[in-house]
T-cell receptor, first 111, second 112 residues
Framework: GQQLNQSPQSMFIQEGEDVSMNCTSS?????WLWYKQDPGEGPVLLIA?????ELTSNGRLTAQFGITRKDSFLNISASIPSDVGIYFC???????????FGKGTKLTVNP | NAGVTQTPKFQVLKTGQSMTLQCAQD?????MYWYRQDPGMGLRLIYY???????DKGEVPNGYNVSRLNKREFSLRLESAAPSQTSVYFC???????????FGDGTRLSIL
């Protein structure tokens, strides 16, 4: 079945640093999604990408849909303490009702 | 905006007890989903409903049943709870096949 490899599994950074995480797939996706999960809450959508090569920003967050359609990355610039949480990538294949999720990147930001 | 509402938020059961987890969405979405989240395992799909009146198995359906009661509501039932079903359960919904899923805040279920 389809699998997503998300890396790194965890990151410990200082406030103000930039962060980068990525996902790679064994197969092609038509949509890439990035979610953030705060402790005790459900995942919240950060960015949705619908076209190969697409680069999209949401405030300090930037995500790209890889040109091969098998990968995506998420960058966070100038991190702040409220960026802590678990970030998930997810891929969606057209015609399927299901998302494939990465296992998450746990981000810790030290003030 | 309520979005996706899950009840209860917390529940403790004894092995062998039954339980229904409720999920309702107010976004007029067609598709609804149930996931479980365990440490180190990410989100795993239990069952989903692509439209009112249909349900399909996901990655880990054993020990669960679902009912798509109407367009708004999608319930998950554990007929005979087992300790291996201790987890955080998330419901999600989306409008159509090309749209992102939106998640509820989860039900934290412990089975002793």
């Amino acid at each position: 079945g389809q699998q997503l490899n998300q890396s790194p599994q965890s990151m410990f950074i200082q406030e103000g640093e930039d962060v980068s995480m990525n996902c790679t797939s064994s197969s092609i996706f038509n949509t890439w999604l990035w979610y953030k999960q705060d402790p005790g809450e459900g995942p919240v959508l950060l960015i949705a990408l619908y076209k190969a090569g697409e680069l999209t920003s949401n405030g300090r967050l930037t995500a790209q849909f890889g040109i091969t359609r098998k990968d995506s990355f998420l960058n966070i610039s100038a991190s702040i303490p409220s960026d802590v949480g678990i970030y998930f990538c997810a891929g969606h294949d057209r015609g399927s009702e299901k998302l494939v999720f990465g296992k998450g990147t746990k981000l810790t930001v030290n003030p | 905006n309520a979005g996706v509402t899950q009840t209860p938020k917390f529940q403790v059961l004894k092995t062998g007890q039954s339980m229904t987890l409720q999920c309702a969405q107010d976004m007029n979405h067609n598709s609804m989903y149930w996931y479980r989240q365990d440490p180190g395992m990410g989100l795993r799909l239990i069952y989903y409903s692509a439209s009112e009146g249909t349900t399909d198995k996901g990655e880990v359906p054993n020990g669960y049943n679902v009912s798509r009661l109407n367009k708004r509501e999608f319930s998950l039932r554990l007929e005979s709870a087992a300790p291996s079903q201790t987890s955080v359960y998330f419901c999600a919904s989306k409008e159509n096949s090309n749209q992102p899923q939106h998640f509820g805040d989860g039900t934290r279920l412990s089975i002793l």
